[in-house]
T-cell receptor, first 117, second 116 residues
């Protein structure tokens, strides 16, 4: 069964500092990987996704993530955090193409980001 | 267009009552998903629709939970005889294709259900 681990429940960074949120997955084949952000009272917004190809993917709002197969990781990074980035971040994994199974996502438990001024 | 919409945004009900939660997916999206987000449990998959059929209901927690989709569009999640443990935010998502593709899922704002 597929699973996702986000080891950091809560992270606090200063505005302007760099950010890295960790995500490790367990999946028997090449996964499709996603990062979503959820602001208070809002639904989930897709930040970026990895399906195949270049292992460094760029997303919205200046975020990027790197797929490392050898480490089963898909960490999210941002060079300089803004106060508006304070939110909860979810990593998710889905089955790859042609599995014949429903493409439901398995989510990590989330990392809450606090940004101090 | 518009994104995924859900109604109501908030629902407070008494234990034992039935509730219906509605999801309007993005127009043209064939796949629709329901997830539940509760404290301490994270985001859990409930059910997946491809068109009007539900090939994967594996996440429904009990037979008190059911869902339907009509016209390949609107979906309703029904919880019968609600219990306090049903309190959560229920999120709906839609995607263009669904299985066997894992395409991007777009989420609605959710319905916050509180069972007293």
């Amino acid at each position: 069964a597929q699973s996702v681990t986000q080891p950091d429940i809560h992270i606090t960074v200063s505005e302007g500092a760099s950010l890295e949120l960790r995500c490790n997955y367990s999946y028997g084949a090449t996964p499709y990987l996603f990062w979503y952000v959820q602001s208070p009272g809002q639904g989930l917004q897709l930040l970026l996704k990895y399906f195949s190809g270049d292992t460094l993917v760029q997303g919205i709002k200046g975020f990027e993530a790197e797929f490392k197969r050898s480490q089963s990781s898909f960490n999210l990074r941002k060079p300089s955090v803004h106060w508006s980035d304070a939110a909860e971040y979810f990593c998710a994994v889905g089955p790859g193409i042609n599995t014949g199974t429903a493409s439901k996502l398995t989510f990590g438990t989330g990392t809450r980001l606090q940004v101090t001024l | 267009g518009a994104g995924v919409s859900q109604s109501p945004s908030n629902k407070v009900t008494e234990k034992g009552k039935d509730v219906e939660l509605r999801c309007d997916p993005i127009s043209g999206h064939t796949a629709l998903y329901w997830y539940r987000q509760s404290l301490g449990q994270g985001l859990e998959f409930l059910i997946y629709f491809q068109g009007n059929s539900a090939p994967d209901k594996s996440g429904l927690p009990s037979d008190r939970f059911s869902a339907e989709r009509t016209g390949g569009s609107v979906s309703t999640l029904t919880i019968q005889r609600t219990q306090q443990e049903d309190s959560a935010v229920y999120l709906c998502a839609s995607s263009l294709f669904g299985a066997p593709f894992t395409d991007t899922q777009y989420f609605g704002p959710g319905t916050r259900l509180t069972v007293l």
